[in-house]
């Protein structure tokens, strides 16, 4: 069974400029979620999907931060402009349900520069 | 305070020593818990989840105490390959809440 795919892996950008990342999740998986993690800190929730709805997107930045998730498979979360704090590994993670483990995706690793 | 707390460590333990980590929990709510393992610059994967009762899972074992909201990890006859970041969660109606996780280093 595949795992959870993301891409790209690694990604360098100018400030202001726009960054997008995709995530495939684990086929069946109705739950996914983003999650941005910066070092030495545990990850933190961006946004959470249940099927194609957002059912918890509370810590996801407005102003310069979209998702979303056509037809309840693949996902893609955009910035734009992106601010030299938005460098971290954003990784996405897909589970059955909502009380059950998450899989995650090897991440993409941004750098703000 | 945090949702969730973890001491960061680091923990150094030689191989074959026992250690046991915990984590503490501010919402009396949460339902379900798990421990995840993260190497070094790679994504969390998930270790074990944590029952009310307790549980094993080879040389590790997981323990919940809801009066006192902490669950606990306990690893056994440690080995090198145990070196690592472990992760609490605590999940509430299906929010998850990572620790900033526990760093583990096992030496010969």
């Known amino acids: 069974e595949a795992g959870v795919v993301q891409s790209p892996r690694y990604k360098i950008i100018e400030k202001k400029q726009p960054v997008a990342f995709w995530c495939n999740p684990i086929s069946g998986h109705n739950t996914l979620y983003w999650y941005r993690q910066n070092l030495g800190q545990g990850p933190e929730l961006l946004i959470r999907?249940?099927?194609?709805?957002?059912?918890?997107d509370s810590q996801l930045p407005k102003d310069r931060f979209s998702a979303e998730r056509l037809k309840g498979v693949d996902s893609t979360l955009k910035i734009q402009p992106a601010e030299l704090g938005d460098s971290a590994v954003y990784l996405c993670?897909?589970?059955?349900?909502?009380?059950?483990?998450?899989?995650f995706g090897s991440g993409t690793r941004l750098t703000v520069v | 305070r945090k949702e969730v707390e973890q001491d960061p460590g680091p923990f150094n333990v030689p191989e074959g020593a026992t250690v046991a980590f915990n984590c503490t929990y501010s919402n009396s709510a949460s339902q379900s818990f798990f421990w995840y393992r993260q190497d070094c610059r790679k994504e969390p994967k998930l270790l074990m989840s944590?029952?009310?009762s307790g549980n094993e899972d080879g040389r590790f074992t997981a323990q919940l105490n809801r009066a006192s909201q902490y669950i606990s990890l306990l690893i056994r006859d440690s080995k090198l390959s145990d070196s690592a970041t472990y992760l609490c969660v605590v999940n509430n109606a299906g929010k998850s809440t990572f620790g900033d996780g526990t760093t583990l280093t096992v030496k010969p």
């Open positions: 999907y249940e099927n194609e709805e957002a059912v918890d």
């Open positions: 944590v029952y009310s």
């Open positions: 993670a897909s589970s059955l349900s909502q009380t059950t483990g998450y899989t």
